[in-house]
């Protein structure tokens, strides 16, 4: 079996970012991983759908749940490239979710600052892979919204 990086997973939800950022959508891209497969993909579409709950990692937990037939992902690894909010990070403690990987952190909606305990007991949590990238290309998307 080939042993993919978290740095690779990382890179897969950057590219969901990056498409995000081509629809006009806040850049936030996400993947789930089981057992070293990729089971889904989003991407932030809020605006796509009118739907206010559309953030990637909504819609990835969906479709992780959905591939699985299980509405827990207690052996799944999401990768995404923003700190969850509340919301998502709701979610991910009502899915169990096995680990949490996020790029770079959100000092204004991240669920840390509002609620750390937020997560599962069992959910183990990483950060910072590919955190500069995944900065920039909001920091970027915000330049261009303001103009």
Not at 50 to 71: Q, R, S, V, Y
Not at 95 to 105: D, I, K, P, R, V
Request: glycine letters at 6%.
């Amino acid at each position: 079996m080939e042993m993919y990086t978290d740095e690779y997973f990382m890179n897969e939800a950057m590219k969901m970012a990056r498409i995000a950022f081509e629809e006009g959508e806040v850049p936030v891209g996400a993947v789930i991983v089981c057992r070293n497969k990729v089971i889904a993909r989003a991407y932030n579409q809020t605006e796509k759908l009118t739907d206010p709950t559309a953030h990637a990692e909504m819609l990835a937990i969906t479709a992780a749940t959905n591939a699985l037939g299980a509405k827990y992902l207690t052996e799944c690894k999401l990768y995404v490239t923003l700190e969850p909010c509340v919301m998502c990070g709701g979610a991910a403690f009502w899915s169990q979710l096995g680990e949490l990987h996020f790029a770079a952190t959100d000092p204004k909606r991240g669920y840390g600052r509002v609620e750390p305990k937020l997560l599962h007991p069992k959910t183990k949590v990483f950060t910072g892979v590919m955190a500069d990238e995944s900065k920039q290309l909001l920091d970027d998307f915000f330049k261009n919204l303001r103009k």
